[in-house]
C-alpha cells in the first residue's frame, strides 16, 4: 500500500478516473495546491499560493520490489507575495541531520507563525514577499518525509542524490521555474548539506539557473569550530581564564586538535574526541534556581534552558508549531498524509543514521562553490554550538579564488532602519555577515536584518521596488540602499554621472508617467488574467465545495494537543546537547527488521 504515494490518488480521483497511474509519473501542480491552512486567517484580497506534499526522491525507485517504500521528501512551496525586480526561487534546509525543514517555515522565515491559540497568524517578514520559498524536509524521515528504516541515507552523497532527484521531479512538475534564478539557503548543519547540492546541481545537466547559496550559522569545517567553543566563552565572559574549568576545557581543546591533526584520510565532520567541548566550555555556567539545574543555551547564550535539554526546548513557538503540525486537518492540508508518524522537529533516527565516518566534510568542497556561484555566510553573534569566531577563523584559513582569507577588503558596519545590525565584508565571491544580538536562529531575532541582508546577497535591484520591506532603509559602510522614490528627490543621482540633477528628474518624471500609464494595463490584464484563471482553476481541480470552508470552521484547539506533548516530552530523555527528539509514537510503521530502539546515550550531535 505504501508504494502508492499520496499523488497518485489524487491524479485517480481527479486526473485519470479509472485509470491506475505508474508510481513513477509525474504529478500535476494542481495535486499539490493547498487552497488554505486551518486556522490561518489570510487576507482574501491577497491569499498566499502554498503547495506542498511528497515527491518520491530515491534515484532507484525503479529498482525496487512491490513492497519497498523509498524515500519521498516532503517540501512546501510558498509563491512570492510581491513583484520584484525578477523572479527568485529559493530551497531552504534546516540542519541535524534530521531537522525538519518546517522550522524555517513556522519559526524563521515563512509567512506566519502560531498565534498562541493553536492556529496561525499572517506576519511581515516573511522571505516569500519577494521570493517563491521551498521548504524541503530531507534526509527521507525527517519532518513530513519518509521512507522504510532499510531506506534510510548514510551519507551526504546519498543525501545529494535524493535532493538531485526531488529537483528533478520539481522543475517537471513546475518546469516554469526552469528559467526562474535559484538559491539554496539553510542553517546549521544544512553547512553540510548545501555546498555539496550546489556541487551537484552546478555539475547536473538539470540546467537549473542555480546563482548563489546562503549558510547561516553553519557547521563546516570542524578544525576551525571545535576550537572556537572555548575561544567563544572567554571573549563573551562565559568561563573565567583563571578558573579550573578553564583549564580542563583548554586541556580538552588542545586534545581535540591534536587528534584532528591526525587525521589523513576523509576530512571529518564531527569527531568524538571533540564532542565534550559544549559540554566541558559551559559546565562552569551550570547552575541550580528553585531546585531547577539550569543551563546555557547552546543555540542562545543569553539564554538558560533547564538541564538536560540546554537548548532544545527553544524556541518557545516550537511547542505550539509541534501541535499544529500533529493535528489531523493540517496534515490533510499540507497533502502530508502518507507519513505515518507526527511530525517532530528533529527525527533522532534520521541522524543516527547519517553516518558521518563515510562522507568529506563539506569544507573540501566549499571553496570550488564560491568559484562558480556566490555565497554568504551568515552567522548570528548570539549562538554558541556553531558560532561566528568558528566561521571567522575558517574563512582567514580557508583559500578560495586563488587567496587566502578575505584579503585587503574591508569589514563595514552594516544597519537597517538607523539601527547597527551587523558587520558586512565581500570578497571574491564570499560574502560574511555578522549579526549582532541574533541567536542560531538568525531570522527568528532579527527578521528585518535578515531579510534585508538575503535580498542584498540576492543582488535586488532596490530602485525597482515599489512596495513592501525591501523598501526598510539600510545602508552597508557610506552607502544607503537605493529607494524607489516617488517624490521630486532623487535617489540615484550619484549613480548617474555626468547628468545634471535636472536631467536626471526628468528622466525620471518621464519613467513615472510611463510607469503609470503601464501599471493601469498591467492591472487590467491582471484583473483578466486572474478572472480567467480562476474559472480554470475551478474546473481543473474540482474541490468539493465544501472544502476549504469545513477546514476554516475546525476549533483552535485540538484535544489530542496536549497528549502529544507529553508523550513527546517523555521521549526526549537524551543527553543535552543533541537537538534530536525521537518520534511521538514509539512503533515506526516502516520497521523492517532493523533495531529502533531510540539511540540511547549515542553521543552523535543533530542540530
Ligand atoms: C502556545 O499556545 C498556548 C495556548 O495554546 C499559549 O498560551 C502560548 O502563549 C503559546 N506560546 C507561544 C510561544 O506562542
Ligand atoms: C559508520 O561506518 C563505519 C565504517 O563503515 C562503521 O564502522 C560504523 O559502525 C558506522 N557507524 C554507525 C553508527 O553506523
Ligand atoms: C564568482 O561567481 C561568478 C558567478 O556568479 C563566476 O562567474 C565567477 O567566476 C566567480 N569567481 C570570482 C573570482 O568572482
Ligand atoms: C534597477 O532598476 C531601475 C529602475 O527600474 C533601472 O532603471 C535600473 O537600470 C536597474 N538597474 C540594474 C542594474 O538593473
Redesign the pocket.
Known amino acids: 500500500m505504501w508504494s502508492w504515494p499520496a499523488w497518485t490518488y489524487f491524479s485517480v480521483l481527479f486526473l485519470l478516473p479509472g485509470v491506475h497511474a505508474a508510481p513513477t509519473d509525474i504529478p500535476s501542480a494542481a495535486s499539490f495546491y493547498v487552497p488554505n491552512l486551518p486556522g490561518l486567517h489570510q487576507d482574501p484580497t491577497h491569499p498566499l499560493h502554498i503547495y506542498a506534499g511528497h515527491i518520491l526522491s530515491d534515484p532507484h525507485a525503479a529498482s525496487g520490489g512491490e513492497n519497498d517504500v523509498f524515500a519521498h521528501l516532503f517540501f512546501v512551496m510558498v509563491k512570492a507575495r510581491r513583484i520584484a525586480d525578477k523572479e527568485r526561487l529559493m530551497f531552504w534546509f534546516n540542519g541535524g541531520p534530521g531537522c525538519s525543514s518546517l522550522d524555517g517555515l513556522m519559526m524563521e522565515i515563512g509567512p506566519w507563525k ?1 498565534d ?3 492556529g496561525l497568524k499572517i506576519v511581515e517578514g516573511g522571505w516569500e514577499e519577494y521570493t517563491t520559498m521551498v521548504y524541503v524536509d530531507q534526509p527521507a524521515g525527517t519532518g513530513f518525509s519518509y521512507t522504510s528504516t532499510n531506506h534510510y541515507i548514510h551519507t551526504l552523497q546519498e543525501a545529494t542524490d535524493h535532493v538531485m532527484q526531488f529537483l528533478r521531479t520539481f522543475y517537471q512538475i513546475f518546469p516554469e521555474y526552469l528559467s526562474v534564478d535559484a538559491y539554496l539557503g539553510g542553517e546549521s548543519f544544512a553547512g553540510q548539506y548545501i555546498p555539496y547540492f550546489a556541487d551537484a546541481i552546478l555539475k547536473s545537466s538539470l540546467n537549473v539557473p542555480l546563482r548563489g547559496a546562503a549558510i547561516g550559522n553553519g557547521w563546516i569545517d570542524v578544525r576551525n569550530q571545535y576550537p572556537a567553543y572555548l575561544e567563544y566563552a572567554v571573549t563573551h565572559g562565559i568561563i573565567d581564564v583563571s578558573s579550573q574549568s578553564y583549564k580542563d576545557s583548554k586541556k580538552a581543546t588542545d586534545d581535540c586538535v591534536a587528534k584532528l591533526n591526525g587525521i589523513t584520510g576523509l576530512e571529518p565532520i564531527h569527531h568524538e574526541a571533540c564532542e565534550r567541548l559544549v559540554s566541558d566550555v559551559l559546565k562552569s555556567k551550570s547552575r541550580t534556581v528553585d531546585g531547577v539545574k539550569k543551563c546555557v543555551n547552546i543555540y542562545d547564550v543569553r539564554l538558560e534552558d533547564d538541564q538536560p535539554y540546554c537548548g532544545m526546548q527553544w524556541p ?2 516550537l ?2 508549531v509541534t501541535s499544529y503540525l500533529a493535528r489531523k486537518d493540517v496534515v490533510s492540508a499540507f497533502h502530508a498524509t502518507s507519513k505515518p508518524e507526527s511530525w517532530v522537529e528533529c527525527q533522532g533516527r534520521v541522524g543516527m543514521e547519517m553516518n558521518d565516518t563515510l562522507s568529506a566534510s563539506s569544507i573540501t568542497l566549499l571553496p570550488s562553490v564560491i568559484e562558480r556561484i556566490p555565497v554568504l555566510l551568515f552567522v548570528g553573534d548570539q549562538d554558541f554550538i556553531c558560532n561566528y569566531m568558528g566561521i571567522e577563523s575558517m574563512i582567514k584559513s580557508m583559500t578560495w579564488n586563488g587567496e587566502k582569507g578575505l584579503g585587503k577588503v574591508q569589514t563595514k558596519s552594516w544597519s537597517v532602519n538607523e539601527t547597527p545590525v551587523g558587520t558586512w565584508v565581500s570578497s571574491r565571491n564570499l560574502t560574511y555577515a555578522k549579526i549582532f544580538d541574533a541567536s542560531h536562529m538568525v531570522p527568528y531575532d532579527v527578521p528585518d536584518a535578515a531579510h534585508d541582508m538575503i535580498l542584498r546577497f540576492m543582488g535586488m535591484n532596490f530602485s525597482a521596488i515599489v512596495d513592501g520591506s525591501a523598501r526598510i532603509p539600510s545602508n552597508v559602510g557610506d552607502e544607503a540602499k537605493p529607494v524607489f522614490l516617488d517624490s521630486g528627490d532623487l535617489p540615484f543621482s550619484s549613480k548617474l554621472p555626468g547628468k545634471t540633477p535636472e536631467q536626471t528628474k526628468a528622466q525620471w518624471d518621464a519613467y513615472y508617467n510611463a510607469g503609470s500609464a503601464a501599471l493601469v494595463l498591467l492591472l487590467v490584464a491582471v484583473m483578466i488574467g486572474l478572472y480567467i484563471w480562476c474559472r480554470l482553476r475551478r474546473r481543473r481541480v474540482h474541490l468539493p465545495r465544501g472544502t476549504v470552508i469545513a477546514e476554516e470552521n475546525i476549533p483552535l ?1 485540538s484535544a489530542s494537543e496536549g497528549d502529544l506533548l507529553d508523550s513527546e516530552q517523555a521521549r526526549r530523555k537524551r543527553k543535552g546537547k543533541e537537538r534530536a527528539i525521537e518520534d511521538g509514537d514509539g512503533s515506526p510503521i516502516f520497521d523492517v527488521g532493523e533495531d529502533d530502539e531510540e539511540a540511547e546515550g549515542h553521543d552523535e550531535r543533530r542540530w
Open positions: 502560531v498562541g491559540e493553536g518557545p513557538d511547542k505550539n484547539t
